[in-house]
């Protein structure tokens, strides 16, 4: 009985410890490696225009390429972006509702790339979509649509211009 | 004794621990304390900084020389104490009378002039040795040798590396400048400032995307100016992604690297 007693005893002491050791063990090795950064300053860049990649847009052939052309025209006015070539781009945008292959847009060293459709509507109204997505966060940062008349393309392509420039920009 | 050593080692853990857990909090607060060393890293070129080899090899050049034109002053020297063996016979001849000794005391100064003639005779015979400089084939690579060697050896000592190596900080903010894109337009740069945490791999590629520091993410989240700042950092760490300017051998000292982005000295460019 007496023998019993004392493994009861330490049973409940071993385990206690050496649960007690892991834990800390584990906790302790998380911890240690976030000590170890090193601290960098940097107080110095450079001003360059970001480089972003803008294809025709989907749907309507002639709108597409128009509303993309001004796009480019407006967001390089800036002197804050830059359009790059589309000769350059590796994939071909089919579908602006899927995500881009990101990795391919890096390697043409795009930062930010523009997707988007313009459509004729039953009505007789254009229906235009964009997306702009961020090639290192890979996810989208903005997603708007517009409806308007057919003649309105050009103010449409303005207002796509301007959300870009103004989500990127802050 | 099982029973013992795992309560004492576990004691020791728990000790061990405790003492890490204590600094803890202390290593929060450590980023601010330490951005201000580096300020002054930014001031200077890099050259001067980190290149320190050559610069203390030319003073070694510099110190090299005066021991080898050291014999000839002792050569100079020598003849000082013939004038205090002379000096010590008029005592000799004037041994009571004091106002002789203020003499004296006179006498000494004029000699002094001579004796200095005397050794510009010993420099005359040292033509020869001027001539045998002039012959500058054999004597220079005798003389230096054994001077110059081992000062080159200490000076090596002193330097942290070899004179090409930058500083690792030096390194890597060479390379940041370049990438960094600085926002500009936003009012108030100088509060715009993002810390964003990096995990490189030894090659000196991104291990895992970069991560915002909490506060940086909790100012990006309610302020747009703020949250453009932050996307700007993480897109400068992603197109200087291959760091490869940072040396291999250290890679433990830059595994882990916290980059503060402070825009406050970009205002006005």
């Known amino acids: 009985m007496a ?6 005893l330490r049973r409940p002491w071993r385990t206690l410890v050496i649960a007690a050791v892991f834990a800390f063990d584990s906790l302790f090795g998380a911890f240690a490696p976030a000590r170890a950064a090193l601290q960098v300053r940097v107080d110095q860049g450079v001003t360059e225009p970001i480089p972003l990649a803008i294809p025709d847009f989907l749907g309507n052939p002639q709108a597409g390429r128009d509303i993309a052309a001004v796009v480019r025209a407006d967001l390089e006015r800036s002197g804050l972006f830059r359009s790059l070539s589309p000769a350059s781009f590796i ?3 089919v579908d602006i509702n899927t995500p881009p292959r990101f990795g391919d847009w890096r390697t043409v060293q795009a ?3 523009v997707t988007g459709q313009a459509v004729m509507q039953p009505d007789g109204r254009l229906k235009v979509d964009f997306r702009l997505w961020d090639i290192f966060g890979e996810s989208q940062m903005v997603g708007l649509q517009y409806m308007t008349t057919p003649e309105n393309w050009r103010r449409i392509a303005h207002l796509v211009s301007d959300s870009i420039y103004e989500r990127i920009t802050g | 004794m099982l029973k013992r050593s795992i309560i004492v080692s576990g004691a020791l853990h728990v000790g061990i621990i405790a003492a890490a857990t204590i600094a803890w909090p202390h290593a929060l607060a450590f980023p601010a304390d330490e951005t201000p060393p580096n300020i002054p890293v930014d001031l200077v070129t890099i050259a001067d900084v980190s290149n320190v080899a050559p610069t203390v090899q030319e003073q070694q050049k510099v110190e090299t020389p005066p021991d080898e034109p050291a014999p000839p002053q002792p050569a100079a020297a020598p003849p000082p104490p013939p004038e205090a063996e002379v000096a010590p016979p008029p005592p000799d001849k004037t041994p009571t009378p004091k106002p002789k000794e203020a003499e004296q005391n006179a006498v000494p100064p004029a000699k002094p002039a001579l004796p200095r003639r005397r ?19 054999t004597p220079k690579p005798v003389a230096p040798p054994p001077n110059a060697k081992p000062a080159e050896q200490t000076i090596k000592g002193l330097g942290d590396q070899s ?4 500083d690792l900080k030096d390194a ?3 390379q940041m400048r370049e990438c960094w894109n600085v926002p500009v337009g936003a009012p108030n740069p100088e509060q715009l400032i993002v810390q964003v945490r990096v995990f490189l791999t030894q090659d000196g590629s991104l291990a895992q995307p970069p991560q915002l520091e909490p506060a940086t993410r909790a100012a990006a989240a309610t302020n747009g100016y703020m949250r453009t700042a932050a996307e700007a950092a993480l897109r400068a760490v992603n197109v200087c992604e291959p760091y490869k300017r940072l040396p291999p051998d250290k890679y433990d000292a830059w595994r882990e690297i916290v980059m503060t982005f402070d825009p406050s000295k970009m205002i006005g460019r």
């Open chain 2, 119 to 137: 050794p510009q005779a010993p420099q005359r015979f040292d033509v020869d040795t001027v001539l045998a400089l002039l012959d500058k084939r």
């Open chain 1, 91 to 93: 994939e071909k945008i």
């Open chain 1, 3 to 8: 023998r019993s007693d004392k493994t009861l």
């Open chain 2, 163 to 166: 004179a090409l190596s930058l």
């Open chain 2, 172 to 174: 890597l903010l060479a």
């Open chain 1, 111 to 113: 930062q930010g790339l």
